[in-house]
């Protein structure tokens, strides 16, 4: 065993895509020893860029996505791609549908694709994130982009693992769409107005201004907000300068170290939670399924439930991380 | 403590609006007693139809909601909304926006609108929306309607709550709401095809017919499909009529009890891993932060940290429910 792992970190060390792949499906299946992989790839991680792109369907976010692995290809750099799909609670599968838009980057060596589906895991979803980030950095990616969709709990928590995050808005998604802005102000460290062809767009670049200027606290960074028509590969170039700019102010000004911390709590935090969440789901599938019965027909409330189940599973033998 | 307890317990009963908005708060904000005055209301929750309603913005949804509350409203049921908005993981205020077509129904005594703000807390979301279910429930409400933005993770953890989930869609979003709709598929008890006057609206309807055609496996309840126009009123009978029978179909067929089984146990698991996970970032903030900076620095690895951290916390002494 001990050889295995590290004969594995070794090959994800010296960049062999086979062995990434194999770490990556390992991870997600749990298997015996990936984690320990992980742990001995880790000292070897922290040296790719990570960059977020979110934003909601119908932003074209997926295409600029394309655009900008092949800016960063044209610039010689190795990219890793994470594709963060919502997807049945139940099947567990990915779902393909826009993914298509990188297919064009599927055959070429230097970008490494990959698409996670939520599993309806508590937590599972951007712990295995963070994982694959690791993963991808160890095995040399030089940029590694994570695009999401919306930007609900998951997509911060999400967004927790980019050192930069770029939210694509499109002109003219109603008025809802304007709650939801506010929401993103704190999370972009870059705004694009993507489809800036297209009427309203103006309105959307002065809307998010106004935004911006209505915060009670100028903060230390204010987001540039980039315009694009990644259909045409529009603006591409500029919003790719944009985020090296984000990337050049946290070095400078040791921001960098305040977002690692932060990172770094959020990932202990979640090992915990989620190890201490699954020892209670497997109990309460088999010995505390009665407890279960209980709650459902309320004899027992479920505080009452979450003490008995603590005291049969975590404080009984602690659980495996 | 004891007496505020029980009285604060038996005024939500009465259904006294002021007592049950503070408890409320009570709950958001963690105060001592009150997670003893929801355990106190448990055994008399189980009451109310709890009905979700999702959709990606510019879908309607919010018009659709206050339709619905007023179609309940007419019929002399007593309703509660839970209108969980995505927010800032940094200010943690809910956002008004859409809210403001609820207002309407305000002033209504029969009615009682709550609005959630994700608060940035792992996992904290999906608990404190069943718990305000139960209050909701234990106040009187006939129906709880839950209204939420997109099919993220978050959705998909907050519609456990409900007993049927109504999702909205719009014709003409383009090809990446297909790939969502894919996952939607299986969190759907109704589909709803709001704005059905516009271009496309047929298209829309016959894409979902396909897709459920395209299952691998017959569902014991197939979702039937409404159209809608929420902003003239349109189908909001039909819509509440299809609800209706879908609960129906729940009681009939024993397949609530499954539900409420799968919601125990969701319940019980969160209640856990919030505990601990609560017990952990507090130990992080103070005594275990040079571990988070020896993280961050890559001298140790998040696995052992976190072990660190769990020995520390959790297995020291049993976290606080």
């Known amino acids: 065993m001990e050889n295995v792992i590290s004969a594995t970190a070794a090959a994800?060390?010296?960049?062999?895509?086979?062995?990434?792949?194999?770490?990556?499906?390992?991870?997600?299946?749990r298997l015996p020893g990936s984690t320990d992989v992980l742990r001995a790839l880790y000292p070897h991680t922290g040296r790719a860029r990570v960059i977020g792109l979110t934003g909601n369907p119908?932003?074209?976010?997926?295409?600029?996505?394309?655009?900008?692995?092949?800016?960063?290809?044209?610039?010689?750099l190795k990219v890793g791609v994470l594709a963060v799909d919502p997807s049945s609670p139940y099947s567990g599968g990915a779902i393909l549908g826009d993914r298509i838009r990188m297919m064009e980057h599927a055959a070429d060596p230097g970008v490494f694709i990959r698409s996670l589906a939520t599993r309806g895991a508590l937590g599972g979803l951007s712990r295995s994130t963070g994982?694959?980030?690791?993963?991808?950095?160890?095995?040399g990616?030089?940029?590694?982009?994570?695009?999401?969709?919306g930007v609900g709990q998951d997509e911060i928590d999400i967004m927790r693992t980019a050192d930069t995050v770029a939210v694509?808005?499109?002109?003219g998604l109603g008025d809802e769409v304007q709650a939801i802005k506010a929401g993103i102000l704190e999370i972009a460290d870059v705004f694009v107005v993507n489809k800036a062809d297209v009427d309203g767009a103006d309105r959307t670049v002065a809307d998010l201004r106004t935004l911006q200027m209505l915060q009670s606290v100028t903060p230390p960074w204010q987001p540039p907000i980039v315009s694009t028509v990644a259909a045409r590969g529009e603006g591409v170039a500029s919003l790719a300068a944009e985020l090296d700019r984000h990337g050049a102010w946290l070095r400078k000004t040791g921001a960098a170290s305040g977002r690692l911390r932060e990172r770094a709590a959020f990932v202990i935090s979640s090992l915990v939670r989620?190890?201490?969440?699954r020892a209670v789901d497997?109990?309460?599938?088999?010995?505390g399924a009665a407890l279960?019965?209980?709650?459902?027909?309320?004899?027992?409330?479920?505080?009452?439930?979450?003490?008995?189940?603590?005291?049969a599973t975590v404080l009984q033998r602690a659980p495996v991380l």
Do not use: N, Y
């Not at 060390?13 to 997600?28: H, K, N, P, S, Y």
């Not at 505080?303 to 189940?309: E, M, N, S, T, V």
């Open 131 to 139: 994982d694959l980030v690791h993963v991808l950095d160890a095995m």
């Open 274 to 277: 989620d190890a201490c969440g």
């Open 58 to 76: 119908g932003s074209g976010k997926s295409t600029l996505a394309a655009r900008l692995v092949g800016h960063w290809r044209a610039a010689g």
């Open 12 to 29: 994800v060390l010296r960049g062999e895509v086979r062995a990434t792949a194999r770490l990556m499906r390992a991870l997600d299946d």
């Open 168 to 171: 694509v808005v499109v002109p």
């Open 292 to 311: 279960v019965d209980e709650v459902a027909q309320r004899h027992t409330d479920p505080f009452a439930a979450a003490h008995l189940a603590l005291q």
């Open 282 to 287: 497997r109990w309460l599938a088999g010995p």
């Open 141 to 149: 990616c030089d940029v590694v982009l994570i695009e999401t969709v």
